[in-house]
C-alpha cells in the first residue's frame, strides 16, 4: 500500500435498502416476534413486561408499538417507537419522526427491526449521513425506500439494523444486544463531536 492510499478515506458503504413495512397486522406479528425472541433472554427484562391487549395501542391517528430496552451492561435505555399513520382503511404509512421501524429486505424478503441513528437526546440536532456514521465505524445503515407511487418522508434519515426476525430467537437476541451496544458507542462519539 502507497502513502497516498493509506491517506485515502475508505469508501462509504452505501445504505442498505429496504422497503418498510406499513401493514398493521404485518408490524404488529414482526413487533410481537421480535419482542417474543427478546422475552426469552435474560438481558432484555423490559420485553418479559405484560404487552397491552392488543399490542397496537391506539394513538391519535394511528397505532404505535414501544419497547423500552436497556439490557444489563448497557449505558443508557434505548426507545423502540413504531407509528403508523391513518390515512384510510387500507393506508397506513409509516410515520419516521417515530424511531424504529420494520424493514423487508427487497433482495430477499428478509424482515428487520430497525433503529434510527437521528436521536436528539443522544447524538446531537441532526441525523448522521452514511460518511459520518462510517468516520464513527457504525455497521453498515440501512435506508427505507417506499415505491415511486408514494412520498418518501424520511428526510435522509439512515437505519441502524437492529436483527433480522427471520433468524432463530437466540440470534435476535443477540443481534439486538450488538446493536444497542454500537448504538451508544456512535451515540457517545457523535455527542462529543457536536459538542
Same mark, same amino acid.
Given at each position: 500500500?502507497?502513502?497516498?492510499?493509506?491517506?485515502? $478515506?475508505?469508501?462509504?458503504?452505501?445504505?442498505?435498502e429496504?422497503?418498510?413495512?406499513?401493514?398493521?397486522?404485518?408490524?404488529?406479528?414482526?413487533?410481537?416476534?421480535?419482542?417474543?425472541?427478546?422475552?426469552?433472554?435474560?438481558?432484555? $427484562?423490559?420485553?418479559?413486561?405484560?404487552?397491552?391487549?392488543?399490542?397496537?395501542?391506539?394513538?391519535? /391517528?394511528?397505532?404505535?408499538?414501544?419497547?423500552?430496552?436497556?439490557?444489563?451492561?448497557?449505558?443508557?435505555?434505548?426507545?423502540f @417507537?413504531?407509528?403508523?399513520?391513518?390515512?384510510?382503511?387500507?393506508y397506513?404509512?409509516? /410515520?419516521?419522526?417515530?424511531?424504529?421501524?420494520?424493514?423487508? #429486505?427487497?433482495? /430477499?424478503?428478509?424482515?428487520?427491526?430497525?433503529?434510527?441513528?437521528?436521536?436528539?437526546?443522544?447524538?446531537?440536532?441532526?441525523?448522521?449521513?452514511?460518511?459520518?456514521?462510517?468516520?464513527?465505524d457504525?455497521?453498515?445503515?440501512? #435506508?427505507?425506500?417506499?415505491?415511486? @407511487?408514494?412520498?418518501?418522508?424520511?428526510?435522509?434519515?439512515?437505519?441502524?439494523?437492529?436483527?433480522?426476525? /427471520? #433468524?432463530?430467537?437466540?440470534?435476535?437476541?443477540?443481534?439486538?444486544?450488538?446493536?444497542?451496544?454500537?448504538?451508544?458507542?456512535?451515540?457517545?462519539?457523535?455527542?462529543?463531536?457536536?459538542?
Amino acid at each position: 500500500m502507497t502513502a497516498a492510499q493509506a491517506e485515502a $478515506p475508505a469508501a462509504v458503504a452505501a445504505p442498505i435498502e429496504l422497503s418498510p413495512v406499513e401493514n398493521r397486522t404485518e408490524v404488529r406479528n414482526h413487533f410481537r416476534r421480535w419482542r417474543k425472541a427478546l422475552a426469552a433472554d435474560a438481558r432484555f $427484562p423490559a420485553a418479559r413486561r405484560p404487552e397491552p391487549e392488543d399490542e397496537a395501542e391506539a394513538v391519535k /391517528d394511528g397505532f404505535q408499538w414501544k419497547l423500552t430496552l436497556r439490557p444489563a451492561g448497557q449505558a443508557a435505555a434505548l426507545d423502540f @417507537s413504531i407509528r403508523l399513520l391513518e390515512k384510510s382503511a387500507s393506508y397506513t404509512p409509516l /410515520d419516521r419522526n417515530n424511531q424504529a421501524a420494520i424493514g423487508r #429486505d427487497r433482495a /430477499d424478503g428478509r424482515f428487520y427491526i430497525l433503529r434510527q441513528w437521528y436521536d436528539t437526546k443522544r447524538i446531537g440536532s441532526r441525523a448522521l449521513n452514511a460518511e459520518a456514521l462510517a468516520g464513527y465505524d457504525a455497521p453498515r445503515p440501512a #435506508d427505507l425506500l417506499h415505491a415511486e @407511487s408514494k412520498p418518501n418522508a424520511g428526510r435522509g434519515r439512515l437505519y441502524l439494523v437492529v436483527a433480522c426476525l /427471520d #433468524d432463530t430467537d437466540e440470534a435476535i437476541a443477540e443481534q439486538t444486544h450488538a446493536a444497542l451496544g454500537a448504538f451508544h458507542r456512535v451515540a457517545k462519539a457523535a455527542r462529543a463531536d457536536f459538542i
